[in-house]
């Protein structure tokens, strides 16, 4: 027992750190310039963190001692192209934390439901105006946001089922060996006014920690229910300084007892309690991180919403990419930048939109040719198709001969074509324009161009008539347009929410064959060239129907005005082009295929039919032995039986036999050149067409 609290058993589950350590906690979030939190939000702080003497800076002894500040080893500075974050690293009891509402692969899910409560965010401003490191919220009643939670926690659980792995039995046997990382919000819910932390990084993980602990997701956010500690039935402590020791104390009583040994008949109580225990012990303490402070920085979408946002993303599509002067991505593409100025590869404007000195939308008067320049402009840098290009990224990346390229080039390239368009734009909503991952051939080969203009881009993609125009067309439009796909809230990647695990290129392969797929892309040009002209400064007006910030709906070969309440978001995206045999664009109204796609859909197919031809074949010869070796008096076929059979098998044969000559003609051959007079009329490579 301490000697402090003689009512505490000890344990391995952390208590609150003593009330006066907490009073000091929020002496020194006050005194620390880089801390913007106000007061309310410390004190809810201080109940997160543990171990608080080894983080804040003191001054006096005894009852004069007050904290002057945080240690400057305990706080790291976060640079985002929205400002600067400042994030407080420290242990935190596993019992700590809230699923994160606003996480951004959720959040619009959320507006684009009609049935779910939308919160309104503001940001929240100290006594002088500057911006508080909280985000606040206001819901009408509780109900509203037991709702809008119990939507959130089904989108955490269909992101789940995609996992390959089970995340809540690696945090019960192994702990948790990555930092999450959370920040504060402050609840406005009627006349009812609470802070708690969510978690900007670390959502999952939280939920399955509270999880072992025999806790609902939603005690973060709303409080313990008294009646879990024998209290009244529907009251709450919102305050974790009101019940955290009550439980933590129940948790350590148990921490040595064996839940086997205990019979449910015995005392159904300590089973329980001693299951909590032994399930939760692993993740009694974690590493953790708390975003303190805010700077912004100035530009237009300098607020805190924003900078969470990116740390958010960043966290889940491609590792951290601060956008400072060290990240390697960003310093690797101006390096290049600057070597194709040097080399007149690029004009004056193009190196000013790169390097973040000009808007993106001086590219070109029209919108939409601002945004297919700027993506040819990237790509003709980062993956180049010419000589001089494919030389000079070889020499600026420091990458080994084209042959020995592999997926770390790959992954590198498309980083630095990320940061690149990112930079250019001004800082997107999403930096996902390296969500469209190129394959390694392209980074050998360049990632090619029709070279059309926008309107003639558009025009050969919606074509009625297959051709090989109309592929390549398509191919590039949907290349062009995953920009303003991720600006559109549609999540590509494999990891998102959806649970949908196909490749970017999967997914655009099959959006592409479609009708559907090619207004989608449009649309979505559309989104990526609004994006710009704002970042630009510019009014945009827009276009009819379209409701502000989303992507509109398209079906059976028609955009959908007036369904606003279903936009092509995320899991839309999915269900409208699944996963067909074929890919012949799924449930949308499909184009009929050019030969050349055709060519490819068959020639990938190939391995799937030879193989399960050879599975049959197999399973037919296996068939007939095992047959044979049953043969026995009263056991064997007649003379008209096995005829018959053997009649079928040389049929089978035949049919096997029939593919031998089909397979040879599937090839171009030149002409033979060994007895002619090696003049140049005489090889006409290609010319011949296929017999």
């Not at 606040?136 to 926690?153: A, G, K, N, P």
């Not at 029209?366 to 000589?387: I, K, S, Y």
């Not at 809230?489 to 196909?502: A, C, I």
């Not at 399960?612 to 068939?623: P, S």
Request: hydrophobic share 40%; with cysteine.
């Amino acid at each position: 027992m301490s000697p402090r609290y003689p009512t505490r058993p000890p344990g391995p589950f952390p208590y609150l750190d003593a009330l006066d350590w907490r009073t000091r906690f929020v002496q020194a979030g006050i005194a620390d310039p880089r801390c913007t939190l106000d007061q309310t939000a410390l004190e809810r702080l201080a109940t997160e963190v543990i171990n608080i003497k080894a983080l804040i800076k003191t001054q006096g002894k005894g009852n004069d001692m007050v904290g002057t500040g945080f240690k400057d080893t305990a706080v790291r500075e976060v640079p985002t192209e929205h400002g600067t974050l400042h994030e407080l690293v420290a242990k935190q009891a596993g019992l700590g934390g809230a699923i994160n509402q606003f996480n951004i692969r959720f959040a619009y899910d959320v507006a684009a439901s009609a049935d779910v409560p939308t919160p309104r965010v503001v940001p929240a401003t100290g006594p002088n105006g500057e911006q508080l490191a909280l985000l606040e919220v206001e819901f009408d009643s509780e109900q509203m946001l037991l709702q809008h939670l119990t939507f959130i926690e089904g989108r955490l659980t269909s992101a789940e089922k995609a996992r390959k792995y089970d995340l809540k039995a690696d945090l019960q046997v192994s702990g948790q060996s990555e930092r999450a990382t959370y920040h504060m919000v402050r609840y406005r819910v009627g006349d009812q006014v609470w802070d708690t932390t969510s978690a900007t990084a670390g959502s999952n993980r939280t939920r399955h920690r509270h999880d072992l602990f025999g806790l609902q997701p939603a005690v973060g956010l709303l409080g313990l229910a008294q009646s879990i500690l024998g209290g009244p039935d529907g009251q709450r402590w919102r305050n974790p300084a009101d019940w955290r020791d009550r439980y933590t104390t129940q948790l350590n009583k148990h921490s040595d007892v064996d839940p086997e040994s205990v019979e449910d008949t015995e005392d159904p109580a300590k089973r329980i309690w001693a299951e909590r225990a032994a399930g939760a012990v692993q993740v009694a303490v974690t590493d953790a991180a708390f975003v303190i402070g805010y700077v912004p920085d100035g530009t237009a979408h300098a607020d805190f919403d924003a900078a969470l946002a990116s740390t958010n993303l960043r966290t889940h599509l491609r590792g951290p990419l601060d956008f400072s002067g060290t990240n390697q991505a960003l310093a690797a593409g101006r390096k290049l930048v600057d070597r194709a100025f040097a080399d007149d590869a690029i004009t004056d404007t193009e190196h000013a939109v790169l390097t973040g000195a000009t808007p993106a939308a001086d590219l070109h008067s029209d919108p939409r040719e601002a945004v297919v320049g700027l993506v040819r402009l990237v790509d003709r840098l980062v993956f180049p198709t010419d000589t001089a290009g494919l030389k000079r990224v070889k020499q600026v990346l420091v990458e080994p001969a084209p042959s020995r390229l592999n997926s770390k080039h790959t992954e590198t390239r498309a980083e630095v074509r990320g940061a690149l368009l990112t930079v250019a734009v001004g800082g997107v909503d999403l930096p996902t324009a390296a969500m469209d991952t190129p394959h390694q051939k392209d980074v050998r080969q360049g990632i090619a161009s029709t070279g059309l203009s926008a309107d003639d881009l558009i025009a050969a993609a919606s074509s009625n008539a297959p051709s090989d125009v109309r592929a390549a067309a398509r191919a590039e439009l949907a290349h062009l347009a995953v920009p303003g796909l991720a600006n559109g809230k549609v999540l590509l990647g494999s990891y998102g929410s959806t649970g949908d695990r196909r490749a970017v290129s999967t997914k655009l392969a099959a959006a592409r064959v479609s009708n559907d797929g090619t207004l989608l892309f449009v649309e979505a040009i559309d989104a990526f060239a609004d994006v710009m002209q704002r970042r630009a400064g510019r009014q945009v007006v827009l276009r009819p129907g379209a409701a502000e910030g989303r992507l509109r709906r398209v079906a059976d070969g028609v955009i959908l005005t007036n369904a606003p309440g279903m936009p092509a978001d995320s899991e839309w995206f999915t269900s409208h082009w699944p996963v067909m045999d074929g890919d012949t664009g799924g449930s949308a109204t499909a184009s009929q295929l050019s030969e050349t796609e055709q060519w490819v859909n068959q020639l990938q197919a190939t391995t799937g039919v030879v193989g399960r031809a050879e599975k049959a074949v197999n399973a037919v010869v296996d068939h007939f032995e095992a047959m044979h070796a049953l043969v026995g008096p009263g056991r064997e076929m007649t003379p008209d039986e096995r005829e018959s059979w053997q009649d079928k098998l040389d049929d089978l044969e035949q049919l096997v036999r029939k593919a031998g000559p089909h397979l040879r003609k599937l090839r171009y051959r030149p002409t033979t050149t060994e007895t002619t007079s090696g003049g140049m009329d005489d090889f006409v490579f290609g010319a011949e067409k296929a017999e």
